[in-house]
């Protein structure tokens, strides 16, 4: 088995939870992803091997404008010789390539599959990209759908037309070289008929479409990190603090987000816990001995210790956040992030907070209202419904599919 995957830490860990998952059924496996030394040591620390494809990504995401094309065709070619070359490489003489990330990926890996006559399988771990009837389509960097067309139907297939447009003469020229036909609807051949969707059906609950999508529960990749001793000896110095992070996303939008979250912790009479992440939160020097800043940590262990969760909404952290019975406030930057906000707002596990950019009364609402003991009661039962078996069920289907 192959396994490629280009993306921030919410694109690769996943996969890294499915490659244990295939090694475990003894399946050998083949990662590829981004060179980014954090990715790097948390596969190693799993046991896997990873080949590294494309620029970093903490580089692009950090450095790229919201919204800009500036040098997209440039990334776009990177990402698309990777998966010709480097790929195509690795996975000759394999079974299954299974590849998640953007179109230039998934659509570059599943023609080195046509090329190499192997298995391939789309993978998805998030919902908003799959064209369904009932959402509109997310819309595409330096591309922005119309807003006077309502139609969803209508919307997707003008997105399919955009992808064409933008990806499909490099696609084709590829795959030409390579000694294929050329494609006329990047997206769909992308994604197949039948992609893997790798998210909680409680939390994420699939609406059949015209894909015959296969909802396999989320990958997890089992983290076995002790805490660092300085943040043990914080979380036992006084009553559960709460957990504020935003991962690998930017946050222009709200740069003053550590401060903010901080004094609206304090409004509700709580501790606090920074996570610096990619948007390099941090505290001034005299923060108080209520707060610690953190960098990368074990979620799954820490998430069961605090009183709530702030985060910006990404399917990996949202479900980690749920599996631990955590309540949680959402403040989404976007992408798919306000998808998973109105979702924990629907279940009642937490709150969805409006706008990207909040202000200490409004943030400080919002735990007032995950803290409350409804919320609290909710998110403990949610957490018993959420399924840990995802890569491995995922794992089954694909070592089937290799015979």
Not at 56 to 84: K, W, Y
Not at 128 to 145: A, E, F, T
């Amino acid at each position: 088995m192959v396994v490629s995957t280009y993306g921030a830490r919410g694109s690769v860990e996943p996969m890294a939870g499915l490659a244990v998952a295939l090694r475990e059924l003894g399946a050998e496996v083949r990662v590829c992803a981004p060179p980014d030394e954090e990715f790097a040591g948390r596969l190693a620390e799993a046991g896997l091997t990873v080949v590294p494809v494309g620029r970093p990504v903490r580089e692009l995401v950090t450095t790229v404008v919201p919204g800009s094309a500036a040098g997209l065709a440039q990334r776009v070619a990177e990402l698309m010789d990777a998966q010709f070359e480097t790929v195509a490489a690795l996975a000759e003489g394999s079974d299954v390539l299974v590849a998640n990330g953007p179109l230039p990926v998934t659509s570059g890996a599943r023609s080195v599959a046509e090329a190499l006559g192997i298995g391939y399988v789309h993978a998805s771990h998030q919902p908003v990209v799959l064209p369904s009837p009932y959402r509109r389509p997310p819309g595409r960097r330096g591309r922005p759908l119309p807003g006077e067309v309502t139609d969803n139907r209508e919307l997707w297939d003008l997105d399919a037309r955009i992808a064409q447009e933008m990806f499909g003469e490099m696609l084709n020229s590829r795959r030409a070289a390579a000694g294929l036909g050329p494609v006329d609807n990047v997206r769909d051949y992308a994604f197949t008929g039948r992609p893997f969707l790798a998210t909680d059906p409680v939390l994420d609950p699939w609406r059949p479409t015209e894909l015959d999508v296969v909802q396999t529960g989320a990958w997890i990749l089992p983290d076995e990190r002790p805490l660092p001793d300085e943040l043990v000896e914080f979380l036992e110095a006084g009553a559960p603090p709460v957990y504020v992070g935003f991962g690998s996303t930017p946050m222009g939008a709200a740069p003053d987000i550590a401060r903010v979250a901080v004094e609206a912790i304090r409004a509700q009479g709580r501790r606090a816990l920074v996570a610096r992440g990619w948007a390099g939160l941090g505290l001034a020097e005299d923060h108080g001995d209520d707060c610690l800043v953190v960098g990368d940590v074990n979620h799954q262990t820490l998430f069961r210790r605090v009183v709530a969760v702030v985060h910006h909404g990404s399917g990996g952290t949202t479900t980690t956040a749920a599996r631990a019975g955590a309540p949680q406030v959402v403040v989404p930057q976007g992408a798919d992030q306000p998808y998973w906000a109105g979702r924990v707002s629907g279940l009642g596990i937490g709150v969805a907070h409006e706008g990207p950019s909040p202000t200490v009364a409004s943030l400080s609402a919002a735990l007032g209202t995950a803290l409350a003991p409804a919320t609290v009661a909710r998110a403990t039962a949610v957490a018993g419904t959420i399924r840990s078996d995802g890569a491995a069920e995922a794992a089954k289907l694909l070592a089937d599919l290799a015979g």
